[in-house]
């Protein structure tokens, strides 16, 4: 059997009384520079493969301190060469890549600043923390800070 690619994965988890889940498809680094390379700086990128990766609340949030409603998002990431890269929460989460990102349709758009990673991770992953998000790629590490709405 063989197996895709960039299979698709989950991560799950609660960030404060909230529900949160990303779906995305995860390719693998295959000795390819990612960053600056296969994912030019400066241009959208999918934050994944294949369809758009998308991350569901069940309930308001707040993302690197600005609310964000309930809901469904497609995520997309501006990588750059500089400290800041541009974190995005699109409100149509049924698209393939970024090929119809549409800038219009931004439900939110943060500031996140990456690091470093201490190890390389072959394929890309997210993981839902009780402090954020984190994608890590190949030597990077990309974490948004998601804490529950005070209501």
Request: hydrophobic share 40%.
């Amino acid at each position: 059997m063989q197996t895709k690619p960039s299979p698709a994965a989950t991560a799950s988890g609660k960030i404060g009384s909230a529900d949160v889940t990303v779906n995305y498809s995860s390719p693998a680094v295959k000795g390819r520079t990612i960053f600056g390379g296969l994912e030019p700086y400066d241009k959208v990128w999918r934050a994944g493969a294949n369809e758009a990766t998308t991350v569901e609340f069940s309930k308001p949030v707040l993302v690197e301190g600005k609310a964000l409603p309930a809901g469904k998002y497609s995520f997309f990431v501006i990588p750059t060469a500089a400290k800041q890269w541009t974190v995005i929460f699109n409100k149509e989460p049924n698209q393939w890549g970024a090929y119809k990102y549409d800038q219009k349709l931004d439900a939110l758009r943060v500031m996140v600043t990456p690091r470093e990673a201490s190890t390389l991770t072959e394929r890309l992953v997210y993981e839902v923390t009780p402090k954020g998000l984190v994608l890590r790629w190949e030597n990077m590490e990309v974490p948004v800070t998601v804490s529950s709405k005070a209501s």
